[in-house]
């Protein structure tokens, strides 16, 4: 089962400067950043998808810049990801269209042709049909037939096929490097598998099911389920979107052959309290919570307190100040662990200041919070992992602050999860 | 109102003065008048200050509402007076001028700058605002103006190095013999130009990033060579292949020296350079000329195949620039796949 990691430019500076908070002196963007397959000493991944929602194009512009738009272009995937197959022997460079970014759409902006050309330039070696994401899923034994259902979702599902099908043709003139996917959507497990036949008929051998992000994970049991009656043994699956990482032991039990998600590095940041990944030795996946110091004078939060002038700038430093201290202090063995408790505390309490709440609830959340980042740094996990980034970055990598220490902390999270889907791979 | 000056260290600054930003009270009284400090700009006021040839010239504005008076002169007609302060409930002054800066001060470890100060006693809250508004409401220099000044400062912050690279480029390209855009370029101190040099600087700082001259960046030696060689033979080649859109032709009446265009072409010569490895103005024209017949840049109807645009419809915004980029850059893969097969 293989693991292909959604990318959205998540670089890090491998020179970013943890005590200054800034980056390297003289770097570049991009050029002098690094892929976690660069940073990290094997790749955590055993393939890339880029969509060209990300990417952007004429109509549409995406999340990189114009010129790395027309970089990514003119010079390919492999060689703006800098994940040469030369060094990355057998990884797929996968291509989609991002069906997300336009959800709001009546059909898709991409047609089956510039999809292809997308994929072409771009030198995939795997690529999705355009589709257009279906919402509605029915419960069991409450199918749907498809005259029952809303005009938009018969247009949805009606343009997903028929761009399939237009594409099919596009792709195969890409060569025989080049495999087309067919995405399925639909609003059942029952149109899910007539699309998939009608797919399978269209001469695809490897299947993408879209749509199943908000699904409920004894839901995609369902669909994996009626796949493979649908499908003959020998046509592949991907599942778009996986975000249900803890239940991979589903995609093993139906023979899917790969998933995409970027759970593991989004959740570094945006997961409240499961943001840093170990493996326990019985082989499961636990969770710690990094501890949060924004930055005084640029979180967004802070900021608006201060334009409305309820927080005094400098004071906000001194307590940032010395909660980093006091952390980095009892991370080196230079304090205990309540004077690093008490400095990060101070700066909460400042930071959750609120005048609606009364001050019994706020103890009471602060002694919870206490609790919490108590148990992170007593167990000092950053000594317990030799992936690059807690060897290099030691504690910072536990400390929830700017993009440069959030995105390490999902990258050691890639590196968790690709450790425990190989292991969890060996029967 | 009694103005004076003095030098003193940052410490010492805020043992006296303190900033008071704007805010409401409980009422919805306004208090105070400063901005939130902004961090990227103090990080820059520090890095400079951390640099051993730095010099803080400009001084620290403070005023004082009570709780500090001077003393009358020690002997008729001394210059310096003694200034008393009243520290006893903090710091009575307020920073008027300067709070970035002094921030920065206060942040800066292991160098204790002395810096000058402008106190003046004020008698009323309004005559403080009323210095705060007018101090602080003075015209930033015009940008073009501090672009085209700055190639001839170094250590400058990375925020502006990047553009003073472009600068450095246009500069040359606009008095350099030879160049193909000599005297072409509208900068401040060449008002007749016609191409803008913003413009200009966002295909170089573009090509330095992602394209062609992305080889010599950091390297302002190379790129005043190599780097102004490739950019002036691309744009000889573009006057050759174009001449009727660029002979005596102005942004109003052409786009091809239109934003638009500029920019667009800019992604061709990375194209070009890239793909075919064009570096002399006839390798660049061979491949230009695949797009003739195909272009509108001073007349007709350009053919996007989803919809058709007139020659000026097309304007200097991202949408516009990457339609007909991404235009360009398809009718010249065509054309040149069609010659591969050929061949």
């Known amino acids: ?427 | 109102m009694t103005v004076f000056t003095f030098v003193a260290k940052a410490g010492d600054i805020s043992r006296i003065a303190r900033i008071e930003r704007a805010g409401r009270d409980g009422e919805g009284l306004l208090t105070g008048f400063q901005r939130p400090q902004i961090a990227a700009h103090i990080r820059e006021i520090r890095d400079y200050l951390e640099k051993p040839s730095a010099i803080l010239p400009n001084p620290i504005v403070v005023a004082f509402l009570g709780r500090a008076h001077l003393e009358p002169p020690a002997r008729p007609g001394a210059a310096s007076r003694r200034l008393v302060i009243d520290v006893t409930d903090g710091p009575p002054g307020w920073i008027v001028d300067g709070q970035q800066r002094f921030t920065a001060l206060a942040g800066l470890h292991g160098r204790d700058f002395e810096v000058l100060v402008s106190g003046f006693l004020c008698d009323t809250e309004e005559e403080l605002q009323r210095q705060f508004i007018l101090i602080n409401n003075t015209r930033p220099l015009p940008k073009a103006l501090v672009y085209e000044l700055l190639p001839q400062v170094g250590d400058l912050p990375p925020r502006m190095s990047n553009r003073s690279q472009a600068a450095l480029l246009t500069e040359a390209l606009n008095y350099r013999t030879g160049s193909a855009l000599k005297g072409l370029i509208k900068q401040q101190t060449n008002p007749k130009g016609v191409i803008r040099d913003t413009v200009l600087q966002r295909v170089i700082m573009n090509s330095l990033s992602d394209g062609a001259l992305r080889l010599y960046a950091g390297d302002d030696a190379l790129l005043l060579d190599k780097g102004v060689g490739l950019i002036s033979e691309y744009w000889h080649a573009v006057r050759t292949v174009f001449a009727a859109d660029w002979d005596n032709k102005t942004p109003k009446d052409s786009r091809l020296i239109h934003g638009t265009g500029i920019v667009a072409l800019g992604y061709v010569m990375d194209y070009l350079n890239g793909v075919t490895g064009a570096e002399t103005r006839d390798e660049f024209a061979k491949g230009l000329r695949l797009l003739r017949g195909k272009t509108a840049w001073s007349d007709g109807e350009w053919d996007f195949g989803s919809e058709r645009r007139r020659w000026n419809g097309l304007q200097n915004v991202p949408a516009d620039v990457r339609q007909l980029t991404f235009y360009l850059l398809q009718v010249i893969k065509t054309e040149l796949a069609a010659q591969a097969r050929a061949a």
């Not at chain 1, 492999?78 to 022997?89: G, H, I, Q």
């Not at chain 1, 059909?107 to 994401?133: K, V």
């Not at chain 1, 979180?299 to 927080?311: R, T, V, Y």
């Not at chain 1, 030799?386 to 290099?392: A, I, K, W, Y």
């Open chain 1, 1 to 427: 089962m293989r693991f292909i990691f959604a990318d959205s430019l998540d670089t890090i500076d491998p020179g970013y400067d943890f005590l200054a908070d800034r980056n390297g002196a003289g770097r570049t963007i991009h050029r002098d950043d690094q892929y976690p397959h660069e940073f990290l000493d094997d790749a955590p991944y055993d393939g890339i998808l880029v969509s060209r929602g990300i990417v952007g194009d004429a109509r549409h512009p995406g999340k990189y810049s114009e010129a790395q738009l027309m970089r990514f272009r003119r010079e390919g995937a492999r060689r703006f990801l800098r994940y040469p197959e030369t060094r990355f022997p057998g990884s797929m460079m996968m291509g989609d269209c991002g069906a997300f970014t336009y959800r709001n759409l009546p059909a898709p902006p991409y047609s089956a042709e510039d999809t292809a050309e997308f994929y072409a330039d771009g030198g995939f070696t795997h690529g999705c049909s355009p589709d257009h994401l279906i919402f509605d899923f029915d419960e069991p034994g409450a199918d749907r037939s498809i005259t029952d259902v809303p005009e938009d979702v018969r247009n949805r599902y009606e343009i997903t096929l028929q761009n399939a099908a237009e594409f099919y043709h596009a792709g195969s003139r890409l060569g025989g490097g080049f495999t087309p996917m067919g995405v399925i959507q639909g609003w059942s497990t029952a149109s899910m598998a007539d699309a998939a036949r009608s797919l399978a008929d269209m001469g695809y051998d490897y299947l993408a099911i879209g749509g199943t992000v908000p699904l409920k994970i004894d839901q995609i049991r369902r669909v994996l389920a009626a796949m493979r009656n649908a499908l003959p043994s020998r046509v592949r699956l991907h599942l778009l979107g996986f975000g249900k990482i803890e239940e991979l032991s589903a995609l093993e039990e139906f023979g899917v052959t790969s998933f995409d998600t970027t759970s593991p590095l989004l959740r570094a940041f945006k997961d409240a309290k499961k943001n840093y990944w170990m493996r326990t030795p019985s082989g499961d996946l636990s969770y710690y919570t990094a501890i949060r110091i924004p930055q005084a004078t640029e979180n967004n939060k802070l900021k608006q307190k201060a334009l409305e002038g309820s927080l005094n700038q400098e004071d906000a430093r001194l307590l940032e100040d010395a909660a980093l201290k006091g952390v980095r202090a009892y991370a080196a063995g230079g304090a205990t662990l309540e004077q690093g408790l008490d400095a990060v505390m101070d700066y909460w309490a400042a930071l959750n200041w609120d005048e609606e709440v009364s001050p019994s609830r706020r103890a009471d959340a602060a002694a919870k919070q206490r609790k919490v980042y108590a148990d992170t740094l007593t167990d000092r996990p950053w000594e317990h992992c030799g992936c690059r980034v807690c060897r290099e970055a030691g504690v910072e990598a536990l400390i929830f602050r700017t993009s440069n220490r959030n995105k390490r902390r999902g990258i050691h999270n890639l590196h968790v999860f690709h450790t425990h889907l190989s292991e969890f791979r060996q029967p």
